[in-house]
């Protein structure tokens, strides 16, 4: 029996088997599965010498494995899964970074480029002769601690490649730490700079990741996420774009919605319930027709008349059209996570975790919540009004929370298959291209697989 403290609000566990003689040895006396970090803190990087994983995970481990081998270039483990009897990657790390990867036709001529990555779960990526060479997973930049492992990182590449970039590619951010080292190193280096919108990065990996030659015919990329740097100096999140590897043209998008308080949102999901219910209804018509509703009462003890003057003076409060956003609004609406995220995405994982994915093809448990999809300034918006309506009614006849989590799912993959299936026959493509956090939801993936199989469109 495994304790639920070790997966906590989770229905799947990871596993790693012993693959070296050391771990053999040390599992054969232990007679039973053990629980390991990867020996570092929340947000850092691993520790790599033994005084300083005993001063930092001391209060944490029961037991060290130490050895008098200096650790010279931190790994951490690698999380896979398979999906429909094909391996899905999660995380990059030990076992495949940094062997290379074989590009499609067409990028043998493309010059040698040191792209830097993003700001969050960062890689950063060498690309030279018709391969790339991506770095493993080195994590949230915001903290200066993996930030300074960033770094180091970088360097051991360049140099142990002997790779001399010709050219910078970063993140429109902005504000991006890895956007700014890129500047400065183009600057220092006199090298091209190459800024890359965030999402359509995210279909070019793609597409690349699924052999399509760089002359490709545009696909339609849908990738979902958290947020990225729009071109519209908005944070995008839920977007619809036609895309080669060259250009993109946003079709599609979900109807923006404030991040109140900006990265506090990430972390506070009632903040995103909030902003989603004040732009799809009058907050006071609200409280009066749902004023027995946990949720309002929830709300209402929080510093609206604060809240709603940010939004009002766009202080700290961006536009986003984000779709992790709208998953962490409503796992919060039913509960998940309400006042606060350990970390970023556990609402929505943790909702996810409530759905038997067996009662999805269900007869009896086929309902789905409706979204509307409008037209604005020549750009389709996924619109969830609707399906605020009735979760909130399911919320006041006291609804269970797997079944409003289902509905969710299920509507928002029939809104999906909808802009999709509209946007196909409008610009006559058959080929779509998966991409982003959010496809990370098993749940959501399988419902537009099958959605998207049924309508011919792969």
Not at 21 to 36: A, C, F, G, S, T
Not at 239 to 257: I, M, N, Q
Not at 398 to 403: C, F, I, N, W
Request: net charge negative.
């Amino acid at each position: 029996m495994i304790a639920a403290s070790v997966a906590p609000g989770q229905n799947t566990l990871g596993f790693m088997l012993p693959y070296t003689p050391l771990h053999h040895l040390i599992l054969k006396r232990m007679e039973r599965p053990i629980v390991l970090t990867s020996g570092n803190l929340s947000d850092e990087p691993q520790c790599i010498d033994n005084d300083e994983a005993r001063e930092k995970l001391g209060k944490i481990a029961d037991y060290f494995l130490l050895h008098n081998r200096d650790i010279v270039n931190r790994i951490d483990d690698s999380v896979v899964r398979v999906i429909g009897e094909k391996l899905q990657t999660i995380r990059r790390a030990r076992g495949y970074a940094p062997s290379t990867i074989t590009l499609p036709d067409g990028f043998k001529a493309a010059p040698h480029i040191l792209a830097m990555g993003s700001e969050l779960k960062n890689t950063f990526c060498l690309l030279r002769d018709g391969e790339a060479i991506l770095s493993q997973h080195l994590g949230d930049l915001e903290n200066a601690a993996a930030f300074n492992a960033y770094q180091d990182t970088l360097n051991l590449y360049l140099n142990l490649f002997e790779h001399k970039p010709v050219a910078i590619a970063i993140d429109q951010h902005p504000e991006y730490l890895s956007t700014k080292l890129g500047r400065e190193l183009a600057a220092a280096n006199n090298l091209q700079l190459y800024q890359i919108q965030h999402h359509h990065a995210h279909i070019a990996a793609c597409m690349a990741e699924n052999h399509l030659p760089l002359d490709t015919q545009p696909v339609l990329g849908i990738a979902l996420d958290g947020l990225g740097y729009g071109e519209d100096s908005t944070l995008w999140g839920g977007e619809f774009l036609l895309a080669d590897y060259r250009s993109y043209k946003r079709l599609g998008t979900f109807k923006p919605v404030a991040m109140i308080g900006g990265e506090q949102a990430i972390y506070q999901p009632w903040r995103n319930t909030y902003a989603h219910l004040t732009a799809a209804f009058n907050w006071q018509d609200l409280q009066q027709k749902y004023r027995d509703l946990d949720l309002l009462t929830f709300l209402t003890q929080k510093p609206l008349n604060l809240l709603n003057q940010m939004v009002e003076k766009q202080i700290n409060s961006p536009l986003a059209s984000s779709c992790g956003r709208l998953f962490d609004a409503v796992a919060a609406a039913i509960g998940i996570c309400r006042e606060e995220c350990s970390y970023e995405g556990q609402a929505a994982i943790e909702m996810e975790a409530l759905i038997d994915i067996n009662s999805l093809n269900d007869d009896k448990e086929t309902g789905a919540y409706p979204f509307a999809i409008e037209t604005i300034n020549n750009i389709s918006h996924i619109e969830s009004r609707p399906m605020w309506q009735a979760l909130l009614d399911d919320l006041q006849q006291q609804v269970p929370e797997s079944a409003i989590a289902r509905k969710f799912h299920q509507g928002l993959a029939d809104a999906i298959a909808d802009m999709v299936t509209r946007l196909c026959d409008r610009y006559f493509i058959n080929r779509v291209a998966l991409s982003g956090g959010v496809w990370q939801n098993t749940v959501l993936l399988n419902l537009i697989s099958n959605r998207l199989q049924v309508k011919g469109i792969t």
